[in-house]
């Protein structure tokens, strides 16, 4: 780019681009937007789904529900980790019940003081979506509201998995990709390889241990080998519904030797419950043209909940 133009973005739009964008929907491809709120358990008062169903909410918007629409029970999710991807049958059976074709377009917004938006699209990328057809709204839907766009305020009813028929889906999804699991994960940190990363973005108190876990009973410290990375770097500090932006994140992963590092071959995410790491996720896939230098971008999906478990064998170091 230019040094008087800030670089495109590829993932990220603002609320006016949003806009803009919705207008610009056809029959070959409709505009969806998608509420992707989630609040950890300990955030009192806040529910997401209850929130989406009461409005406001961006006019036709849905809800994604990542607890729900997910791996469970106990030949799927044996230790009972929230929020694991969804196999792509659930998921291909929520799109249907949605009204969104693999043609549609997604953007993706978050309530106020919601950080999951960023797991809600890594989650379309990964069971199979467009990537160039998913999108995070920037500001979230406060920066909606100001601008005026179309918001619905009457209440609405939303779905649960157990509602929905996973036979014959017309939408056309895929199990899960980038996402790894515990014994993955160990490898990786005992090959201690220089061009094989895994970062935590958990805050800097939880990652030495001085900081309480939100979840009740898992141990503090982190990984043997493991880096940290706070996924709020990425977020714009005086409002946290938005990124910085692209240059100020291209710094951040400069410093930290997850970008213009050629000996980089593979970043592995991981955070509490694998919601915040997807930030990390998304500042890489801004940042480093992923599709072209071969980085693979990997999320530990059962994070510090399964390693930090007490009953687990993996290593801490405090």
Known sequence: HTPNMAPLRRHIRSAEECLTLSKAGSNSSNVIFVDGSWYLPNIPDRNARKEYEAGPRIEGAKFFDVDDIASTGPVLNPKGLPHMMPPAALFAAAMDKMGIRNCDTIIVYAGKGCFAAPRTWFTFVSLGHDPSRVFIMDGGFDD???LGGPVDRNPVKTFFASDLNIEEPRYVAREPANIVDMAYVQNVLNESSASRLVIDARSSGRFVGTEPEPRPGLRGGHMAGSQNLFFLC????MNPLRFKPIDAMKNILVDNGLSQNKNLKEVISTCGT??????????????????????????YDGSWTEWGDPNSTSIVVK
């Open 144 to 146: 909606w509201n100001r």
């Open 234 to 237: 990425f977020h714009d500090p």
């Open 274 to 299: 694998g919601v915040t790491a997807c930030s990390l996720v998304l500042a890489l896939y801004e940042c480093n043209d992923s599709y072209s230098n071969h980085l693979e971008i990997n999320v």
